[in-house]
Nanobody, 121 residues
Framework: QVQVTESGGGSVQAGGSLRLSCAASGSVFSINIDGMGWYRQAPGKERELVASITSGGRTDYGDSVKGRFTISRDNGKNQVYLQMNGLKPEDTAFYYC?????????????WGQGTQVTVSS
């Protein structure tokens, strides 16, 4: 079993910055974490991809955060970070960390409890 834990959320004014951290722990030594990332969900909206990164370093970003957010990863520690700059009120949401493994053509997802990010205008 893999546990995913986020930290670093909070409140900030528009234009400010926050850094989110996430760690995957537990039985990670028997599981290869193929990718990690961040998703967010605002009230009344569906969960959406913010950013993801594979073990090989390939990144993917949601269109609304490109150029403002940067994802990075420490493979050795199964940790992922999200640097958020130029925050906007529309970035307000619950942010969830995701870790996944790929096995025999299937994807297995592990989720954290989430952390709130609030951006005031």
């Amino acid at each position: 079993q893999v546990q995913v834990t986020e930290s670093g959320g909070g409140s900030v004014q528009a234009g400010g910055s926050l850094r989110l951290s996430c760690a995957a722990s537990g039985s990670v030594f028997s599981i290869n974490i193929d990718g990690m990332g961040w998703y967010r969900q605002a009230p009344g909206k569906e969960r959406e991809l913010v950013a993801s990164i594979t073990s090989g370093g390939r990144t993917d970003y949601g269109d609304s955060v490109k150029g403002r957010f940067t994802i990075s990863r420490d493979n050795g520690k199964n940790q992922v970070y999200l640097q958020m700059n130029g925050l906007k009120p529309e970035d307000t949401a619950f942010y969830y960390c995701n870790a996944y493994t790929l096995f025999q053509g299937r994807r297995f997802d592990y989720w954290g409890q989430g952390t709130q990010v609030t951006v005031s205008s």
